[in-house]
């Protein structure tokens, strides 16, 4: 079943994904765009994130995933879309490649060159820094501050508090 059965859609050179609406004038008029309606917000990652509405349910999807699929058809089970230019809101068709996960995580590594699996700051995920987790340490060493206060403080999550604390994660730190 394609996604476009839950929707009434139409993509254009550009990868943008716009909403459409029937014509008033007909039964079976033809559709046509929305003055400019593109669907699509920027989430926290950096794709554009479609909501899509069907008999009162709703589907999330991004749109470099409606882009493929409306000009080739459903994605193989077990594979994703990657972005060429690694540009993630970047969705022209032409930038947009069916690859496995681990294709995806190697493009990444290889050509973007974005680091996983370092230690400390060269981990390509890491969102603290080495004075940072020594300042978390020495703050609970002093006493009188949560696990929970530090997290607000240092914009991070509970377990990685905890994790750094009992120093099974910035070992060397």
Same mark, same amino acid.
């Given at each position: 079943?394609?996604?476009?059965?839950?929707? *009434?859609? #139409?993509? #254009?050179?550009?990868?943008?994904?716009?909403?459409?609406?029937?014509? /008033?004038? =007909?039964?079976? =008029?033809?559709?046509?765009?929305?003055?400019?309606?593109?669907?699509?917000?920027? &989430? /926290?990652?950096?794709?554009?994130?479609? %909501?899509? /509405? +069907? /008999?009162?349910?709703?589907?999330?999807?991004? +749109?470099?995933?409606? *882009?493929?699929?409306?000009? &080739? =058809?459903?994605?193989?089970?077990?594979?994703?879309?990657?972005?060429?230019?690694?540009?993630? #809101?970047?969705?022209?068709?032409?930038?947009?490649?069916?690859? %496995?996960?681990?294709?995806?995580? +190697?493009?990444?590594? #290889?050509?973007?060159?974005?680091?996983? =699996?370092?230690?400390? *700051?060269?981990?390509?995920?890491?969102?603290? %820094?080495?004075?940072?987790?020594?300042?978390?340490?020495?703050?609970?060493? *002093?006493?009188?501050? %949560?696990?929970?206060?530090?997290?607000?403080?240092? @914009?991070? +999550?509970?377990? @990685?508090?905890?994790?750094?604390?009992?120093?099974?994660?910035?070992?060397?730190?």
């Amino acid at each position: 079943m394609y996604l476009f059965s839950i929707a *009434v859609i #139409d993509v #254009d050179s550009k990868g943008n994904v716009w909403r459409l609406k029937k014509k /008033s004038n =007909g039964k079976y =008029g033809g559709y046509y765009h929305i003055k400019p309606y593109i669907l699509g917000y920027k &989430n /926290s990652d950096g794709y554009i994130f479609n %909501t899509l /509405s +069907c /008999s009162g349910n709703q589907y999330g999807v991004f +749109c470099h995933s409606l *882009v493929w699929i409306f000009n &080739n =058809g459903l994605i193989p089970n077990g594979m994703e879309i990657n972005h060429k230019n690694g540009i993630k #809101d970047d969705n022209r068709l032409e930038n947009l490649e069916v690859v %496995t996960p681990r294709q995806n995580i +190697c493009h990444a590594r #290889d050509v973007l060159g974005i680091q996983f =699996g370092g230690l400390g *700051v060269n981990n390509g995920l890491a969102i603290l %820094t080495e004075k940072e987790v020594i300042e978390i340490r020495d703050l609970y060493n *002093v006493g009188n501050i %949560t696990h929970k206060k530090l997290s607000k403080m240092f @914009n991070c +999550c509970e377990p @990685n508090i905890q994790a750094i604390l009992a120093r099974k994660s910035w070992k060397l730190v």
